[in-house]
């Protein structure tokens, strides 16, 4: 078959990482403060996909606290601060786009 073209693989620009680490959400939903927590399913350079059993709204802005696989120094437990952008909520988990870490 001349002239088609085939497109096999992950076509997004970032490579996602399956992490599955624990986190706590926060964010603002009118006066009200929602918090959470759920678990990380994948990473990347921009996003954080995670699922919940109570995912904040879409278009919310939100702040993950992801428990890191590591201590600093072998004393503290380290946890990576992400503030970003929820894309969207879906049976597939929740999409953060990231603003800052």
Known sequence: MRGV???????????????ELP???CCQIGEAECTGSGRTVD??????????????PNATNVELRIQWPFLL??????????????LRSDDQGTVVRMGRY
């Open 5 to 19: 073209e085939l497109i096999h693989g992950d076509r997004r620009a970032d490579r996602r990482y399956a992490f």
């Open 73 to 86: 120094q072998e004393v503290c437990p380290l946890e990576l601060r992400v503030w970003g952008r929820v």
């Open 23 to 25: 986190l706590r959400f």
């Open 43 to 56: 990473l990347s350079r921009k996003g954080i996909r995670f699922v919940s059993d109570n995912p904040p």
